[in-house]
C-alpha cells in the first residue's frame, strides 16, 4: 500500500483482501500478509468458482430436481463446495485434529477465534451431530461465503460510486476530517452519531450495491394473504430486498446515487434494510456495518482517491446468486493530514 506517494490498485483485489483477513481472523485467528497472499487466493478462487455455477435458480428449483434431472451440474456445485470447505476450513481442521490428539487444550478464558469456541462446546460436551468435524469445516465455509464477498462487494460498488461522484467522496471526506481535528487521529466506531452524512453514504452505497439477487426463501406454513394475494400453505416466499431498494415510492428516482436523500428525511436510513429483517435477518450485520464504517471513513481519511481505467455500473455475473461489480481499478494517493 502506499504509504508515500501513491499507489494503483485493482479495487476488487485490496478489498477482498482486506475483508478476508477479517472474517479468516475471527474463523481461525490468522490475517493474510503479503507471503501468506497466495492461501487466500486460494480460498477466494474456490469460492469464485462457486459463485459462478450456483445461479438464482438454483435456490429456486428443488433439490430432487437439480440432483435428478441436471446431475451434471448437481455434481459440480457439490465438487466446487467440498473443495471450497476444504481450502478455507484447513487451519481449523489441523487444529481439530491437535485437540482430538491431545496436542492442544482449549483455555476458557482465553478463547482466540471461533475455531476455539466450537473446540471449547466439543470439549465440554463431547461430539454430538450439531458439534463434530464436519459440521465445523462446514460453519467456517457458510461464514466465509457469507462474510467475505458481500462486504467486498458493497465496498467495491460504493468505491465505484464515489469515483464517479467526487463532489459527494469531498463532502463526505470533510465531515470526517471535522470529526477527527483534521485527522489527527483515527475514525472510532464512537464517531458514528458525528457523522451523519458518511452514515448517509453508506446507506446510499447498501441500497444501490443490494448484494444478493435473490434473497433466502421462507416457507409458509399456513394459508395467508399477502398484499392481498392468497398464498397457500407450504409455498417457499422471499421479500426481494433488491426491488424494495428501487421502489419509486419510497426512494424518489431511486436509480440516482444521491446521499441527500437521507439527509433531508430521517426515516429513509431505515428504509434501507440491505441485511433483512426478522429472525432470520443477517447474522454478520454488527460486523459488516462496522466494517464499511471504519475501512470506507479511515480510507477516506488517509488518501485521496483517482480512478485509473473505466468505471462502469455494469454488474459481471448477473445471474449469479449474489452480485459481482465491475472490476475497476483505482489510485490510492496518501494524504498527510497532521
Ligand atoms: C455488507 C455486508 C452484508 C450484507 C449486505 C448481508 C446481507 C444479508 C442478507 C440480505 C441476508 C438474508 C437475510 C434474510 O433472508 O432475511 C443475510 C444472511 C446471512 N448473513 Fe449476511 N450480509 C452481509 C455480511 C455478512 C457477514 C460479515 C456475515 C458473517 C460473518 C454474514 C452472515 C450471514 C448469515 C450466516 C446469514 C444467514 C442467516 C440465517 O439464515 O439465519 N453476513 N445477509
Known amino acids: 500500500?502506499?504509504?508515500?506517494?501513491?499507489?494503483?490498485?485493482?479495487?476488487?483485489?485490496?478489498?477482498?483482501?482486506?475483508?478476508?483477513?477479517?472474517?479468516?481472523?475471527?474463523?481461525?485467528?490468522?490475517?493474510?500478509e503479503e507471503n501468506t497472499k497466495h492461501e487466500f487466493l486460494v480460498i477466494k478462487n474456490a469460492l469464485d468458482k462457486g459463485f459462478e455455477v450456483f445461479?438464482?435458480?438454483?435456490?429456486?428449483?428443488?433439490?430432487?430436481?437439480?440432483?435428478?434431472?441436471?446431475?451434471?451440474?448437481?455434481?459440480?456445485?457439490?465438487?466446487?463446495?467440498?473443495?471450497?470447505?476444504?481450502?478455507?476450513?484447513?487451519?481449523?481442521?489441523?487444529?481439530?485434529?491437535?485437540?482430538?490428539?491431545?496436542?492442544?487444550?482449549?483455555?476458557?478464558?482465553?478463547?482466540?477465534?471461533?475455531?476455539?469456541?466450537f473446540l471449547l462446546k466439543i470439549q465440554q460436551e463431547g461430539e454430538n451431530e450439531n458439534f463434530n468435524l464436519e459440521s465445523l469445516k462446514t460453519m467456517i465455509l457458510d461464514l466465509w461465503i457469507t462474510g467475505q464477498e458481500t462486504t467486498s462487494t458493497t465496498l467495491v460498488s460504493g468505491f465505484s460510486h464515489l469515483l464517479m461522484n467526487p463532489h459527494i467522496m469531498d463532502k463526505a471526506k470533510n465531515e470526517i476530517l471535522k470529526v477527527t481535528e483534521n485527522g489527527s487521529r483515527y475514525l472510532t466506531l464512537e464517531d458514528r452519531p458525528s457523522t451523519p452524512y458518511l452514515n448517509a453514504v453508506i446507506g446510499e452505497v447498501q441500497r444501490h450495491a443490494s448484494v444478493l439477487n435473490i434473497n433466502f426463501m421462507r416457507y409458509n406454513y399456513e394459508p395467508v394473504i399477502m398484499g392481498g394475494h392468497p398464498v397457500d400453505g407450504g409455498c417457499l416466499v422471499s421479500a426481494q430486498l433488491g426491488a424494495l431498494h428501487v421502489n419509486e415510492e419510497m426512494f424518489e428516482n431511486p436509480y440516482d446515487f444521491d446521499p441527500e436523500r437521507y439527509m433531508n428525511n430521517d426515516n429513509l436510513l431505515p428504509q434501507t434494510i440491505p441485511f433483512g429483517l426478522g429472525k432470520r435477518s443477517c447474522l454478520g450485520e454488527a460486523l459488516a456495518r462496522s466494517e464499511l464504517y471504519l475501512i470506507f471513513g479511515n480510507l477516506l481519511l488517509r488518501y485521496q482517491f483517482r480512478p485509473h481505467g473505466t468505471l462502469s455500473s455494469l454488474e459481471l455475473n448477473p445471474f449469479s446468486a449474489a452480485k459481482k461489480p465491475y472490476k475497476m481499478e483505482m489510485e490510492f494517493i496518501k494524504i498527510q493530514n497532521e
Not at 2 to 26: E, P, Y
Not at 89 to 94: G, L, P
Open 1 to 32: 500500500m502506499a504509504v508515500n506517494g501513491s499507489t494503483v490498485t485493482k479495487a476488487s483485489d485490496f478489498f477482498d483482501l482486506t475483508v478476508g483477513s477479517i472474517i479468516n481472523s475471527i474463523l481461525v485467528g490468522k490475517r493474510f
Open 55 to 117: 445461479t438464482a435458480f438454483d435456490m429456486i428449483l428443488p433439490v430432487w430436481f437439480t440432483k435428478y434431472v441436471l446431475r451434471k451440474h448437481f455434481d459440480y456445485i457439490m465438487k466446487v463446495n467440498d473443495d471450497s470447505k476444504d481450502f478455507a476450513a484447513r487451519d481449523a481442521v489441523e487444529r481439530y485434529q491437535k485437540f482430538k490428539s491431545g496436542s492442544y487444550t482449549v483455555d476458557e478464558n482465553d478463547l482466540d477465534d471461533y475455531t476455539d469456541a
